[in-house]
């Protein structure tokens, strides 16, 4: 499997058990459930299947927070260039912002809409009775629940829906793993769902899609647990050229503090329809491998594209090919983690660039010593035990980590690692010839990970049995 891990959005063309075999057996990691598409009983009908294939899966709940979709009325507008399209505010209108019916307060006269990531653009020509009367500048055809971007314009809709809050509620209730929040603008934005999920172990992505959003990526990263650079959004909300660099400073950003970043939309987009990349999306993939990202994302490609074991299948080939030219590095500027754990961090690279290192092992509790290291890009692979099954599949969303459940814990030392080891081999993640270094904490109340061992793993097993 590639180290650069693989997310699939899961939807029609994804929902057969069999294809969802298929790509999970090729390398999906994270399963991505679009809550603008879906409600709490296709939330839970989703889950079970994918449940009933591997337990290992980490599931993604994407709330839609701030973005703002149209609602799903019966048939296609079909539109030319002059045309006059009027967007409402409720129900008894054909055309409204379903998730955010107050749109027409933020808006004036010669404000644009972008609609569908940009195939369609609307001029706001007046506001009366709660109506957004526009004139079509490009598109030709408007189609039901598509996004409505409002490029330079700051909203002021709340960060959740009671959409969100009601699906939120159940994934924790249900244990899934991640929420990605839509359009996060702040801090606030992240601390809102944070209030939701409040005694769960659910790990938040927040997703950056608009200008407030790259303004405010220091703060997001900080609160947030993971980013997701939404390109698709983003190429409509700020010039497009200026993406490249984007994305290459919020990975450099996120491999500082050692948080996952997912680059996300637009990575196969032709495989919708063609069971083969173009050249320039085998390029662009790769391209994020070699900036440093955590995840390559999928959407339309596996949630209604017809190629979607293709898709998945040319993400895994392009990843492992491209991971052979990620060097191990160590950043200028410090993370921002405890300096103990940075420090053994950097002792781990040196280390597995100085011997012939096969295997990391990691004895990390919660998965946060796990993706220090991954941060470093080691040629290795690295090996987490955790102390939970959510800990395991969360390291899912981890650069380079493979990760299983340890939940017993040595106080001695020798035979604390020996379990760890053999642990390791029962699973078969390493064999006896392997040379590893194991790290872990010194006792089970460390909140530092202070301990390096290296040695084969046959020797280190016998540890238990002199």
Not at 290 to 318: C, H, M, N
Not at 326 to 353: C, Q, S, W
Request: proline letters at 4%; charged letters at 30%.
């Amino acid at each position: 499997m590639p180290k650069t891990k693989i997310l699939c959005t899961i939807g029609p063309a994804t929902w057969d058990k069999e294809i969802l075999k298929d790509i999970i057996k090729n390398g999906m990691a994270v399963a991505r459930i679009n809550g603008a598409f879906a409600d709490v009983t296709e939330l839970d009908r989703v889950a079970k299947i994918i449940r009933s294939i591997s337990k290992d899966v980490a599931l993604m709940l994407d709330i839609k927070g701030t973005e703002v979709r149209l609602n799903k009325f019966k048939e296609s507008l079909i539109i030319k260039k002059g045309d006059k399209v009027i967007i409402g505010s409720g129900r008894e209108d054909k055309i409204y912002p379903v998730t955010y019916p107050d749109l027409y307060r933020d808006l004036k006269q010669g404000d644009n809409l972008v609609i569908d990531d940009g195939k369609v653009k609307l001029t706001v020509v007046d506001i009366q009775d709660k109506k957004i009367h526009t004139k079509v500048v490009e598109g030709n055809e408007i189609s039901p629940g598509k996004s409505i971007n409002t490029p330079g314009i700051a909203l002021s809709n709340p960060a959740l829906t009671e959409i969100d809050k009601e699906q939120m509620k159940f994934a924790v209730k249900d244990n899934w793993d991640f929420v990605a929040a839509s359009f996060v603008r702040s801090k606030k934005d992240i601390e809102a769902v944070k209030s939701e999920l409040k005694g769960s172990l659910i790990k938040i992505f927040a997703k950056v899609e608009d200008a407030q959003g790259i303004e405010n990526i220091d703060e997001i990263i900080d609160v947030a647990d993971g980013i997701i650079i939404a390109r698709g959004d983003l190429g409509v909300e700020i010039p497009f050229e200026k993406i490249p660099m984007i994305q290459k400073k919020i990975i450099t950003k996120c491999l500082l503090k050692a948080k996952p970043v997912v680059v996300a939309t637009h990575m196969l987009e032709s495989m919708i329809e063609s069971p083969v990349a173009t050249r320039a999306e085998i390029n662009d993939v790769a391209n994020a491998v070699f900036d440093g990202s955590d995840i390559l994302w999928l959407s339309a490609e596996s949630s209604k594209g017809k190629y979607p074991r293709e898709a998945v299948k040319t993400l895994k080939q392009v990843a492992i090919e491209a991971e052979k030219y990620v060097l191990p590095e160590i950043l200028d500027g410090e993370p921002e983690i405890n300096p103990i754990t940075v420090a053994l961090a950097k002792g781990v690279l040196d280390i597995a660039r100085s011997l012939p290192i096969d295997k990391i092992v990691v004895a990390t509790g919660s998965g946060k010593t796990a993706r220090i290291i991954s941060s470093f890009r080691p040629k290795q692979p690295i090996i987490a035990l955790t102390s939970n099954e959510t800990y395991k599949r969360q390291l899912n969303a981890t650069w380079g980590v493979k990760a299983m459940v340890m939940e017993t814990v040595e106080s001695d030392r020798d035979k604390a690692i020996s379990k760890v080891v053999k642990k390791a081999l029962e699973e078969k993640l390493v064999k006896k010839s392997d040379l590893i270094l194991v790290v872990r904490g010194t006792t089970p109340s460390s909140q530092n990970t202070n301990s390096l061992e290296v040695g084969i793993v046959g020797e280190m097993i016998n540890k238990l049995t002199d």
